[in-house]
């Protein structure tokens, strides 16, 4: 029973690392750029939803809706300021420029909502369900169900629309996808809009589930280390490495010796990139030179 | 605008190339030996500081610049170098053998870290020498019995002979010595064929290697010598800080240190210094800064990185090639002076995947 417990906590853990890793993916997919930026982008919806539903007292089912938005939005606005400068750089200044606007948007954060953890009052917070000895937090519930139908959603999505298709092309091949047609650049602005929007539902998830201070972006270093497990580039990728390094994490916290738990994302990244670097789902190639 | 004629092919390897760099070389040089007879103690304290991350900016820059391995946890080194000479120094051992050992102790772990990120280029290798940094950091907390845990450990004064090198001015001597050989270290290392070995490497490492450069040693010997000039910074951080602790190691010094590189100009050697003059007294910056401004804006916690990382966002979308970079441009502008354009310094992108992917 104790074990079944553990996987439940470990699937909903990981899970909040998927949709990380899955913003990462979505961003490296279609523009080649790798945006370290991502988990302070979950905090910033988290924050967002704080102020929807526990400031203004709007109801929820209006909130979530809200903050996606505007989580998109502020996506776009990181894109046009920020990214699309750097289109055709290297992937390291890329990488380090989205460091730099993780410390920025820590310390933003802090400004505007202070340094106290704050909670977010959603309306499931605090029930369980029972089967027989395992429990399960409906908050924890909420995040592997919308897990779940955003991952079946982005699917549909990718294969089916015509706009996610262009997607595709323009992340196969900038510049073929530009000459048949496809708006390389307003693609990328959408595919920010879209992996902002992620982060913003993985905030909302979580923030019930711990508490919500500026500093809750670093559990996007270990997304990073999920997204890598999975196969950079990887979406089914992302995730499976999320629950991995997710459910990973509660047995080395229960069986191993203190320390391993916070280690054992960083181990389990260090041992696949030895076995197997290209991860579980490669989708890297090799540079022509 | 000077016009050095060469008649030997010597020439072009020798470290100093005219009359001119004897002039500005040795006023500088002449300038931070005399420092202490002119400059306050407090600036000498800061400046011993900037040398210090000089050395870990040497040994980042061997790996980043030159060899174009992207390391996001040289903090690591850092943490190695201080605690190994720290953890010495307190067994009794004299204090330039413990630092000896701990830069030759750091160099072996860089080695060893070499072996795994052989097979990774790019942001993999950034990530999985984050994951190391992380580990360590770990490693540091909760191997208590011989780092001291979260509690840290003392540094005790380094004496030799009689003389403290702990005190302000011997240590300013000492740092700015070791800063100076591990330049000339370094300077050398570039133009023997082991440093165009690495330069080689970071332009392209399938045509390196089909010259017939070996990959795998020039990565190796890459990653230890810089994990061994980081160390041997971290072996004189340890007496800056003076107690040692697993927070003075964190992601966030790894970055401040990559920070650094990047900010004083990735691929030259000014910019270690420049990008460590910057990295060093910009706390100060700050700090004079925070009292000017109202306090409403001053009070910001987290102001400092939120600086930083602003810096670092400006430099990277408006001079990539850092301050150093910014220097050049403005010297050929007047070296050229009616003549400049500014196509000279047009940044080449790439728009293709496999002109990307490495």
Same mark, same amino acid.
């Given at each position: 029973m104790e074990v079944l417990q553990l996987l439940i906590s470990g699937i909903s853990q990981g899970c909040v690392y998927g949709l990380i890793a899955l913003g990462f993916v979505l961003i490296y997919k279609a523009t080649e750029m790798v945006n370290f930026a991502q988990g302070d982008i979950m905090m910033l919806g988290a924050y967002v939803a704080i102020t929807f539903i526990a400031l203004w007292d709007w109801p929820f089912y209006w909130a979530v809706p809200a903050t996606i938005l505007v989580m998109a939005a502020f996506g776009v606005v990181v894109e046009r300021l920020l990214l699309r400068p750097m289109i055709g750089e290297p992937h390291f200044a890329v990488l380090m420029l989205t460091i730099g606007l993780g410390f920025v948007l820590r310390a933003l954060a802090g400004a505007i909502w202070g340094n106290e953890p704050r909670a977010l009052p959603m309306p499931y917070v605090g029930d369980v369900l029972r089967f027989g000895e395992v429990v399960i937090g409906y908050e924890n519930l909420a995040i592997i169900i919308g897990t779940a139908s955003l991952c079946l959603l982005m699917w549909v999505f990718f294969r089916f629309t015509r706009v996610g298709i262009a997607m595709q092309a323009a992340s196969q091949n900038q510049l073929a996808a530009f000459y048949v047609g496809i708006p390389v650049k307003r693609m990328f602005s959408l595919v920010w809009a879209l992996s902002a929007g992620i982060a913003g539902v993985a905030g909302i998830l979580t923030a019930p589930v711990s508490l919500v201070d500026p500093l809750i972006g670093f559990v996007g270093i270990k997304a990073f280390a999920a997204a890598i497990v999975g196969g950079f580039g990887s979406m089914p990728g992302a995730i499976i490495g999320g629950l991995l390094i997710g459910v990973t994490e509660q047995f080395a916290g229960l069986y191993?010796?203190?320390?391993f738990s916070d280690m054992s994302a960083y181990l389990l990244l260090l041992v696949m990139l030895v076995i197997r670097p290209q991860g579980l789902f490669a989708t890297m190639q090799k540079k022509k030179v | 605008m000077r016009f050095v004629r060469k008649t030997k092919y010597q020439q072009d390897i020798n470290l100093i190339q005219h009359s001119g760099h004897v002039l500005w070389y040795g006023l500088l040089l002449l300038a931070v030996f005399s420092a202490p007879l002119w400059l306050d103690r407090f600036l000498l304290g800061e400046f011993t500081y900037v040398f210090i991350y000089a050395i870990a900016g040497l040994g980042l820059m061997v790996l980043v610049g030159y060899t174009g391995l992207v390391s996001l946890g040289h903090a690591a080194f850092l943490a190695i170098g201080a605690y190994v000479h720290a953890y010495l120094l307190n067994q009794g051992l004299p204090f330039p053998v413990t630092m000896l050992i701990a830069s030759l102790f750091s160099a072996f772990v860089g080695a060893m870290i070499a072996i795994p990120a052989l097979r990774m280029t790019g942001i993999y290798l950034a990530v999985a020498t984050l994951a190391f940094a992380v580990i360590v950091e770990q490693v540091l907390v909760h191997w =208590? =019995?011989?780092?001291?845990? &979260?509690?840290g450990m003392a540094v005790p004064r380094a004496e030799l002979g009689g003389v403290d090198f702990s005190s302000p001015v011997v240590f300013y001597f000492l740092s700015l010595t070791l800063l100076l050989g591990s330049m000339i270290l370094v300077m050398n290392l570039l133009r023997s064929p082991a440093g165009r070995a690495m330069t080689a490497v970071r332009d392209s490492e399938t045509s390196a290697e089909s010259m017939g450069i070996h990959i795998a040693r020039t990565k190796t010997l890459a990653f230890a010598l810089s994990a061994g000039f980081t160390g041997l910074a971290g072996a004189l951080f340890a007496h800056r800080l003076t107690y040692l602790a697993p927070?003075? &190691?964190?992601i966030i010094t790894s970055i401040q240190l990559l920070l650094m590189v990047v900010v004083g100009g990735l691929g030259s050697l000014h910019g270690v210094i420049y990008g460590a003059i910057f990295i060093g007294l910009l706390p100060q910056g700050i700090a004079i800064l925070r009292d000017t401004v109202p306090p409403a804006i001053a009070q910001i916690p987290g102001l400092e990185p939120a600086i930083f990382g602003l810096i670092l966002i400006l430099f990277l979308i408006y001079e990539p090639l850092g301050i150093y970079g910014r220097w050049r441009k403005v010297r050929l502008f007047f070296e050229e002076f009616p003549l400049y354009r500014k196509a000279t310094h047009k940044r080449q992108k790439s728009f293709l995947r496999t002109e990307r992917l490495q």
């Open positions: 191993l010796p203190p320390g | =208590s =019995s011989v780092t001291g845990g &979260f509690r927070d003075a &190691f964190t």
